[in-house]
């Protein structure tokens, strides 16, 4: 009876709900009311979430060279970096968040897999590179899922890009991945643009 469209292209994983079951943004009781039709992945944002003392926190840096090693696969050195510490600690853990991005997503990374992290020093002691960041006006940062997420031109489309926020000045944000020197974002996006939905640049 009508027709649901997910926010973005990825990989169903689970089907939540059967014909004939109710869907609800809240489960009403009974076990025919469900609050999702299926869990979709996006397999292009694939990225370590890891945990570090904060002890230690001092010693991870923007753009630091990571490499992991899946649980299901353990000679496989995996050649990664930080694209982000979260800015606050866990006070019952005593943890930091970091964000890790891998230098190539591989078919065989699967969301939730056991992953160990190593976090490497510079080469000869020298000061690890700092990542390169890109300025984009605020108004062209928005969020879903919990995610932050800008709008990029792409041959005539909108094509949604999740970004990692390192910082921000005035008006801009500073981005540290998700878009690349000289491509358009889209600033005041406008409400119910999907991606994928064609636009078109008007010069003024």
């Not at 076990?31 to 904060?54: K, P, Y």
């Not at 970091?98 to 997503?105: E, G, H, K, Q, T």
């Not at 940062?141 to 489309?157: F, I, K, M, N």
Request: proline fraction near 7%; aromatic fraction near 4%.
């Amino acid at each position: 009876d009508f027709e649901v469209r997910a926010p973005f292209a990825g990989v169903v994983i689970s089907k939540d709900a059967q014909p004939g079951e109710t869907v609800s943004p809240m489960s009403a009781g009974g076990g025919f009311t469900r609050t999702g039709i299926a869990t979709i992945v996006d397999m292009d944002s694939r990225e370590i979430e890891v945990d570090v003392n904060e002890a230690y926190i001092n010693r991870v840096k923007d753009g630091q060279a990571v490499q992991s090693v899946l649980d299901a696969y353990p000679d496989w050195k995996i050649p990664c970096k930080v694209i982000a510490i979260i800015p606050t600690a866990d006070r019952q853990k005593s943890t930091v968040r970091v964000r890790v991005s891998f230098d190539r997503l591989d078919p065989r990374i699967l969301p939730q897999m056991a992953v160990k992290v190593g976090f490497r020093e510079a080469v000869g002691g020298a000061a690890a590179a700092p990542a390169r960041l890109l300025i984009v006006p605020r108004a062209a940062l928005q969020s879903a899922e919990g995610r932050d997420v800008v709008y990029v031109v792409q041959r005539g489309r909108a094509e949604r890009r999740a970004v990692a926020v390192s910082g921000a000045q005035d008006s801009d944000v500073l981005l540290a991945s998700g878009v690349a020197a000289g491509e358009t974002v889209i600033v005041n996006p406008p409400p119910g643009l999907a991606d994928g939905a064609a636009v078109s640049i008007q010069n003024p």
